[in-house]
């Protein structure tokens, strides 16, 4: 079973950056998509982006696409995102998550492990 550590949080200044990264335990963790998902206060936990197994295919929410970037690491048994010209609009708990299989996915039902979250506090 794969466990999820996010970190990389904080509170950042509009038009501001941060990179979040996802530590996974497991043996699995190699073989399955990986996404990253955000909640806002009162609303649905959001798709922001997606990468699969090997990183060779990536998807975005229109929301983001352009300003975050997904990558991971294999070797070091991480997923990162990386955030540029942050907004207000994207405070929220950030969250990493696991799929169960091998190619990503936009869809929160398929993934079947989640990490605790972190939060992302944009000022204006």
């Known amino acids: 079973q794969v466990q999820l550590v996010e970190s990389g949080g904080g509170l950042v200044q509009a038009g501001g950056s941060l990179r979040l990264s996802c530590a996974a335990s497991?043996?699995?963790?190699?073989?399955?998509?990986m996404g990253w998902f955000r909640q806002a206060p009162g609303k649905e936990r959001e798709f922001l982006a997606a990468i699969s197994w090997n990183g060779g295919s990536t998807a975005y929410a229109i929301s983001v696409k352009g300003r975050f970037a997904i990558s991971r690491d294999n070797a070091k048994n991480t997923v990162s995102l990386q955030m540029n010209s942050l907004k207000p609009e994207d405070t929220a708990v950030y969250y990493c998550?696991?799929?169960?299989?091998?190619?990503?996915?936009?869809?929160?039902?398929?993934?079947?492990?989640w990490g605790q979250g972190t939060q992302v506090t944009v000022s204006s």
């Open positions: 998550a696991a799929t169960q299989g091998g190619l990503e996915s936009r869809i929160k039902t398929q993934y079947d492990v």
């Open positions: 497991g043996r699995t963790f190699s073989s399955r998509a």
